[in-house]
């Protein structure tokens, strides 16, 4: 399957192109996954090979505005990037599924408070708030569920990055993939807490789609991933019915440890960590030892983000003074 052949199921009768308005503008929440996506079924269409459960960090995300321009052109922060640059290519890629060649071009405007590629989800909330203002300037008027499709071809995650609070993206059975897209759940903590341990900046090694892909064909330990993820998505859902802080946070723990687990068994090896990463863990399985409940969970880079309660706020803060603690609801 194609992400051209996606889009004529978005929309039969060609993309609507005309724009409605000067300028199509959105913002989209970045989300962290307390049960990874880790595995591809479809590559080209970005199938997975399991659900996730992602919890959206509302005030760290990419807000983006377009408007037509004689040529493309991105700016990330009020900086105009190189054209050959693997952003804009990236971009310019995606932008390509909804035009004919050479029919017409956007300056895309993207601020963002995140790192890019740092494994810190700014593919995430960058390919939601794009689709979100295509859907602005062309007045598209897309479902939600269309649109977590469309960002979906972008990058997997983005899927799970059109709405705050707690989502889960849908495994699907299909293989033209309209039945794998995400959903809002209905739960809300507001006592809960994500903070971001930001351990090193740099960008990633490997990328998480190569990363993926080299786990799925070389580690022996992926084939247990599919059941640990059912097994896991169940937990996580009684825990946020119930309230259940530890077993929120031992259940994410536990699920990002597995993940990093089936690609430290890849060949050649794949080690996002670096000596701090290890160093914080350490440190939070002290403070649990302690009496501190707090949890961790790690994507495809070094940084951590912990996962604590409002009443723990500060005993954590003591322990990592750089430490970004996060409000969600
Ligand atoms: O959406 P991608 O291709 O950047 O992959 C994201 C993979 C993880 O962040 C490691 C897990 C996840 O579910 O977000």
Known sequence: MKKSDVIKLIFPNNVPTQIVKEIG????????ALCKYWGKRDQQINLPLTSSLSIALPSKGARTSLKLHDHDQVTLNGQLLAP????VKRLGQFLDLFRMP??????VDIEMNIPVAAGLASSACGFAALV????????????????????????????????????????????????????????TWSELRVGILPLSQKEKPISSREAMQRTVETSLLYKEWPQKVMFD???????????DF????????????????????????????????????????????QGCPVYFTQDAGPNLKLLFLKDQADRVKQSFANLDALTLF
């Open 102 to 107: 050479h029919a017409w071009h956007l300056a």
């Open 132 to 187: 979100l203002s295509l859907d602005d300037l062309f007045g598209w008027q897309l479902s939600k569920k269309d649109l977590s499709i469309l960002a979906r071809l972008g990058s997997g995650s983005a899927s799970r990055s059109l709405w705050d609070g707690f989502v889960e993206w849908h495994i699907g059975q299909q293989e033209d993939g309209m039945d794998s897209y995400a959903e809002s759940l209905p739960f």
């Open 84 to 87: 050959d640059s693997n952003f």
């Open 25 to 32: 503008s959105a913002y989209a929440p970045t989300n962290i």
């Open 233 to 243: 998505m169940a937990a996580l859902k009684k825990a946020l019915e119930t309230k």
């Open 246 to 289: 530890d077993l929120l946070g031992a259940t994410a723990e536990s699920n990002a440890m597995n993940m990093h687990a089936t690609m430290l068994s890849s060949w050649p090896p794949i080690c996002y960590s670096l000596p701090d990463t290890i160093a914080a863990m350490q440190e939070i399985w002290s403070l649990r030892q």
